[in-house]
């Protein structure tokens, strides 16, 4: 009783915007639990009842296995090193999908309409030699955006690149790191479209739409019942 009261609770406070109930949310059903497992830690920043923010901070190259491995047409095993370019392709749509599985997962618990989605990674300072976590690839996306995409055919590089984002691809794919970069801010929602900004306005008038409907249907029956 008390599990069904906490969810309860929960179901009535996230609609009104409630911050903490978003955060209790994350909490509760942990949607990116599968995420830390396999290395990647978040950070969450709650801007708004309608924006998310999140810093991931994911795993190094060492990530993708560097051999490729086939069966001859005898049936034998064939081990051969993985060419670079497809090590570096493959390394870069791990880093893609990954800021793509966490919007997707926020939007699906959270009634937020933006998400900016900021990928840190290794990055190496030729300066020094040496290596820190700098943001590599940053993206801001839209509930309606993400609607629209068919995940059973897309290609993480490819989706991102059409969407709002700052990062480098060429760069990362010939040299087989990404460059790092200034992390997208709330302020870049100021210079979207109103069609991508405007998501709650839309659907505030769909609500309001229906509401007219039924009203307008209600007057029509009860003036044919006169």
């Given at each position: 009783?008390?599990?069904?009261?906490?969810?309860?609770?929960?179901?009535?406070?996230?609609?009104?915007?409630?911050?903490?109930?978003?955060?209790?949310?994350l909490?509760?059903?942990?949607?990116?639990?599968?995420?830390?497992?396999?290395?990647?830690?978040?950070?969450?920043?709650?801007?708004?009842?309608?924006?998310?923010?999140?810093?991931l901070?994911?795993?190094?190259?060492?990530?993708?296995?560097?051999?490729?491995?086939?069966?001859?047409?005898?049936?034998?095993?064939?081990?051969?090193?993985?060419?670079?370019?497809?090590?570096?392709?493959?390394?870069?749509?791990?880093?893609?999908?990954?800021?793509?599985?966490?919007?997707r997962?926020?939007?699906?618990?959270?009634?937020?309409?933006?998400?900016?989605?900021?990928?840190?990674?290794?990055?190496?300072?030729?300066?020094?030699?040496?290596?820190?976590?700098?943001?590599?690839?940053?993206?801001?996306?839209?509930?309606?955006?993400?609607?629209?995409?068919?995940?059973?055919?897309?290609?993480?590089?490819?989706?991102?690149?059409?969407?709002?984002?700052?990062?480098?691809?060429?760069?990362?794919?010939?040299?087989?790191?990404?460059?790092?970069?200034?992390?997208?801010?709330?302020?870049?929602?100021?210079?979207?479209?109103?069609?991508?900004?405007?998501?709650?306005?839309?659907?505030?008038?769909?609500?309001?739409?229906?509401?007219?409907?039924?009203?307008?249907?209600?007057?029509?029956?009860?003036?044919?019942?006169?």
């Open positions: 009783m008390q599990e069904w009261q906490k969810k309860l609770s929960l179901a009535v406070r996230i609609p009104t915007g409630d911050l903490t109930a978003y955060q209790e949310a909490q509760e059903f942990s949607p990116l639990a599968e995420l830390e497992e396999l290395g990647a830690e978040m950070e969450f920043t709650m801007h708004s009842a309608s924006l998310f923010e999140c810093c901070t994911v795993k190094d190259s060492s990530v993708i296995p560097p051999e490729a491995k086939s069966l001859t047409s005898t049936g034998k095993l064939s081990v051969k090193d993985m060419p670079r370019a497809r090590f570096h392709e493959i390394y870069q749509d791990y880093v893609c999908s990954a800021i793509l599985r966490v919007a997962e926020l939007f699906a618990i959270l009634p937020i309409e933006h998400a900016i989605v900021t990928a840190v990674g290794e990055v190496l300072d030729t300066a020094t030699g040496k290596t820190a976590d700098k943001p590599v690839l940053s993206m801001v996306v839209s509930r309606v955006e993400l609607k629209e995409l068919q995940w059973e055919f897309l290609d993480p590089s490819d989706a991102i690149s059409k969407m709002t984002h700052k990062g480098d691809f060429k760069a990362s794919r010939k040299s087989g790191a990404f460059q790092a970069i200034t992390a997208l801010t709330p302020a870049v929602l100021k210079e979207l479209p109103a069609a991508e900004a405007d998501f709650g306005v839309r659907l505030s008038r769909i609500i309001l739409f229906r509401e007219q409907i039924k009203a307008e249907h209600a007057a029509l029956l009860e003036r044919s019942l006169s």
